[in-house]
């Protein structure tokens, strides 16, 4: 099982590749990802699905992702014709009337009516292509009143671009269209010429197909090699057409998702909010889990060991030796509450990875594991502080879970650089099955590393063995 965390690829030391393709948690898409599932997988209705014994390129003018395709292609050009009309003829207004007060709210409404067309566009896309845009930003709209909404609608660049969509998607809707309805009806009618022969072999006079005429002679289809040579022709055309409608709705895919969904500083902000959300829980909970350790450990561990020191001067006097020994006793309480105060403050950040930095402190996690560790750094330079607190803390998570589920007998850690990452490497030779969808560590371990643009590649099979590869941006 692989499941793949954050946004983009990479590969390991031994030379195997990954990729993400943009899934959160427990395999759902990203919302705010665009993905085409067409691209995902190729089941039946798609050319390059596993299992067929016919190969692809028979099966595609069969298949129902060409007719779905197909069907995209028609849709276009009525659409592209209301669009086109609409765009131009509510913006001509618009532009006309801005000499008075009138064009402005006609011009916003204008836009808002390429946005809400473009909303009908991303549902057909979405519909016949597969291909799943996220909306826009929503309008931002501070104040209530038209004159605020109209504002808010011409700033927004989303409305200017669901515009520029109507307009070029017109040519391109007639051009695609032409395209395809005369490779189809060309194909399949050269391709079934054949039937149509034997069915009328005289019809209107004409003895089988003209190919060529004038007023002094005529060339006809109509001998049993000259047919043969039709439908081989109308073949090829019948098996190139479905490529060739799949290379238009491509770029009809490009216009809907560069024009119609959100920009990429959108997008981007909506991650970084995402991922501060991410950063601001998982601050919380470290400060609650510290504040629960020391409430329930040290702090607690101190109050009795106040306590048996108090009683333990009370005694000093009547009995020195009852006194003495509850003198040792606590100061071997004081032992046991310095031991947890370390432990918790190696926990917040380890001082030995400060002074001497992942080697050291990777060193140090393994020789408490409880099994064999084998520790690699490759690294000619640190990386900044809190990416190497990171690494630090995702290593020292994956061996705990070494050491409690995987029943490992061995396991290595390797780290070490590729360009402007951070990359890290934890194998062990465990039972494997570890699913980060199920809830567990892992799962908020990808979290962590999403927050900083990281990758969590987890490849477990049953039985195992468990790899689990980390990429983390370098930012030395």
């Not at 390129?57 to 592209?80: H, I, K, M, Q, S």
């Not at 109308?234 to 709705?249: D, K």
């Amino acid at each position: 099982m692989i499941t793949e965390y954050g946004y983009g690829q990479g590969q390991g030391r031994d030379g195997r590749s990954y990729r993400h393709h943009g899934d959160t948690d427990a395999g759902r898409p990203d919302p705010h990802s665009t993905y085409d599932r067409y691209d995902r997988y190729d089941g039946p209705d798609g050319f390059d699905g596993p299992g067929h014994r016919v190969p692809a390129v028979l099966r595609a003018p069969f298949a129902g992702r060409t007719w779905r395709e197909f069907g995209y292609v028609l849709l276009g050009l009525p659409l592209g014709i209301l669009l086109f009309t609409y765009a131009v003829t509510t913006v001509s207004l618009g532009a006309g009337l801005l000499v008075t007060l009138l064009g402005i709210p006609v011009l916003a409404a204008a836009l808002a009516g390429c946005r809400g067309f473009g909303a009908l566009e991303r549902a057909r896309a979405r519909g016949l292509l597969g291909l799943d845009v996220a909306p826009p930003a929503p309008l931002r709209v501070r104040k209530h009143g038209v004159v605020a909404w109209t504002g808010a609608v011409l700033k927004s660049g989303a409305s200017w671009r669901a515009l520029l969509y109507a307009v070029l998607q017109f040519p391109w809707a007639v051009f695609s269209f032409v395209v395809s309805v005369t490779l189809w009806s060309t194909g399949w009618s050269l391709l079934t010429y054949p039937l149509w022969f034997w069915v009328f072999p005289m019809y209107g006079g004409q003895d089988g197909l003209q190919l060529y005429g004038d007023e002094t002679h005529s060339v006809y289809l109509n001998n049993p090699f000259e047919i043969t040579v039709t439908a081989l022709v109308g073949l090829l055309f019948t098996l190139a057409t479905p490529w060739i409608v799949r290379a238009l709705t491509t770029v009809d895919r490009v216009m809907v998702h560069g024009l119609l969904g959100p920009s990429r500083l959108a997008t981007r902000v909506v991650e970084l909010e995402s991922d501060r959300g991410v950063v601001v829980d998982t601050a919380a909970a470290d400060l609650r889990r510290i504040e629960r350790d020391l409430h329930d450990g040290a702090q607690a561990r101190l109050v009795a060991l106040a306590m048996d020191l108090g009683l333990a001067r009370e005694k000093l006097s009547e009995d020195p030796e009852v006194a003495a020994r509850m003198v040792d006793e606590a100061h071997g309480e004081v032992k046991t509450a310095l031991k947890e105060l370390r432990d918790l403050a190696r926990g917040i950040h380890p001082a030995v990875l400060t002074d001497r930095g992942l080697d050291a402190a990777l060193s140090s996690v393994a020789s408490r594991c409880a099994v064999p560790v084998t520790v690699e750094v490759d690294l000619a330079r640190r990386p900044a502080a809190a990416i190497e607190g990171i690494a630090y803390f995702t290593v020292s998570e994956l061996l705990q879970n070494i050491s409690k589920h995987s029943g490992a007998r061995s396991a290595s850690v390797d780290v070490w650089r590729a360009e402007n990452r951070l990359m890290l490497q934890v194998v062990d030779d465990g039972t494997g099955g570890a699913d980060v969808t199920a809830g567990s560590g892992l799962a908020g371990l990808a979290e962590r590393l999403d927050a900083v643009d990281g990758i969590l590649v987890v490849d477990s099979p049953a039985g195992g063995p468990t790899k689990v590869t980390a990429e983390l941006p370098w930012r030395g």
